[in-house]
């Protein structure tokens, strides 16, 4: 029998938010333990949380990202339950109102469009986290992550396969990233994710029993994830096994899943309304205006790259999948001169290249879209050679300022000139009557000697392109 994989996920980003959700602590990662905390975060008895407005814009946004419906008035609960890294016994989360809803995106897989729908986006607080150490007989608890702000953006059952489920979260990801409200940084969690797994038999319209998985790290842990867990339930329905609801633990390390819990309900966490904070109302002018600080997302700019600029799909798709890499190349198309193709190579090629091998940012160094747009643009006229574009590039991200200085230092300059390559060629020609003959006899490789001999003549300064045409014309007449 054929089986059909349908995957839902939740996923989790923390927001980037300057402080916490419900305190003035900081929301940093990655500083000493337990110092970013207070008596609010921790949960000390007498004290009172208060809404960080920012938590609730920076969701809204989210949701407006994700075509989603704003619920303006909506409210915040407890969810009970005790760990030790969750000092209140409770999460504030959002039960039946959630702050969006109804929404989807686009995914991009293999050329093709597919809508994913998304239940819901609310907001909460997160937990503290545990530390294990081998010095320590037992666990130590650092509080510095209680209360950091996130989302939970919760999908419709709408995948089918773990690359769905991949590119689903890579397109979640990059709208985070242009509406800049999570660091994204997978390496400190702040994007985590929950899988939830079943299979059908094709052409089922039923849903099958759904197994949800913790710990998943990273979006290739999610597609071993998913690939592994619907394997197993294939295989236990093959032994005519039933597939129980429950909660599994994803070991990436393993390449295996094991039982948790069996699936808890709702009801098991007594939800209840948050006594200790007030409705949140977000004025209808005020969702307005948060909508209008959304920046063109990236399938919109992909298939305006496609069908205005002439790019190749996955030439867009790479660009717009890195916001600076998109952000130069924006602008370097805006400020027009040169071709947008050309951009995209360039983007593409060099600037990528040293993005990756320095782990730098392009703006952190000197290059800028009007620096990258003239050595475009010289290239294009011919004035430099593409080697000399690429030296310039290297100085340029290495502290260099002046292209114009460079090209005159370094003797970049391309002889573009006709007389100046006509006498070239003739001094070149002269001396080498051998190949000239070569040539006319049928030996047309001779024609690339004869135009390397005039490269090296200039001292590879002379238009490569003018100097083949020249010698052509002369080894033809
Ligand atoms: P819970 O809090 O119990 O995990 P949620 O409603 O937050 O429940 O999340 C349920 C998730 O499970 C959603 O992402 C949804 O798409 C997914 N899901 C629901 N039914 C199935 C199913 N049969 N197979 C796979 N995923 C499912
Ligand atoms: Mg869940
Ligand atoms: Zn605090």
Redesign the pocket.
Known sequence: MEYET?????VHAELNTKTKIYCNCKNAFGLEVNTQICPICTGMPGTLPTLNEKVVEYAVKMGHATNCSINNVCKQDRKNYFYPDLPKAYQISQADIPLCEHGYVDIMLNGEEKRIGI?RIHIEEDAGKMLHNDAFQGSLVDFNRCGVPLI?I?????MRSSAEAKAYLDTLKSILQYIDISDCKMEQGSIRC?V???VRPKGSTE????V?MKNVNSFSGAMRAIDYESNRQIEALERGEEINQETRRWDDAKGQNFLLRT????QDYRYFPEPDLGTIYVPSEKVEELKSQIPELPNAKIKRYVKELGLSQTDAELIAENLPRCRLFDECVKLGGCSAKNVSNWVLADVSKYMNETGKDIAETNLTAEKLVKIISLIESGKISNNSGKIIFEEIVNGGDDIDKIIEDKGLAQISDDSAIEKIVNDVLAVNQKSVDDYRGGKTNALGFLVGQCMKASKGQANPAKCKELVLKYLEQ
Do not use: Q, Y
Not at 6 to 10: D, M, N, R
Not at 207 to 210: C, I, L, P, V
């Open positions: 349908i995957v839902g996920l939740e239940t939970e919760v999908s419709e059952p709408d929950d939830n797994v079943s849903f099958g029993k759904r949800e699936k808890e309900d709702a």
